[in-house]
């Protein structure tokens, strides 16, 4: 079992930043694929990042390529969503999830946060 706590949404101009924290409880964080979603309103949820164990391997959605970095340390049991160039269209809740699998599809995994809403204003 593993718990997952997003924080560090908030307000933001278009072209600014922000950096979301995915705190996680329990001891098998490590073992964990971690991932971040978006639903923005009146749409369906949608794969933002994913992120290796270790840390060393991600992969983005076509969208967010060069502006998002996913990153993680598992000795603070957190994953870090930074998020630079900020277009109106990331406007969403987004959340962080945790599995066993390397996918994008949001039902491959087991366990999810309760998500952070982020607003970019233009």
């Known amino acids: 079992q593993v718990q997952l706590v997003e924080s560090g949404g908030g307000l933001v101009q278009a072209g600014g930043s922000l950096r979301l924290s995915c705190a996680a409880s329990?001891?098998?964080?490590?073992?964990?694929?971690v991932a971040w979603f978006r639903q923005a309103p009146g749409k369906e949820r949608e794969f933002v990042a994913v992120?290796?164990?270790?840390?060393?391997?991600?992969y983005y959605t076509d969208s967010v390529k060069g502006r998002f970095t996913i990153s993680r340390d598992n000795a603070k049991n957190t994953v870090w969503l930074q998020m630079s160039s900020l277009k109106p269209e990331d406007t969403a809740v987004y959340y962080c999830?945790?599995?066993?699998?390397?996918?994008?599809?949001?039902?491959?995994?087991?366990?999810w946060g309760q998500g952070t809403q982020v607003t970019v204003s233009s």
């Open positions: 329990g001891r098998t964080f490590n073992t964990y694929i």
């Open positions: 992120i290796n164990r270790v840390g060393v391997n991600t």
């Open positions: 999830a945790a599995g066993t699998r390397w996918k994008v599809i949001g039902s491959d995994y087991d366990y």
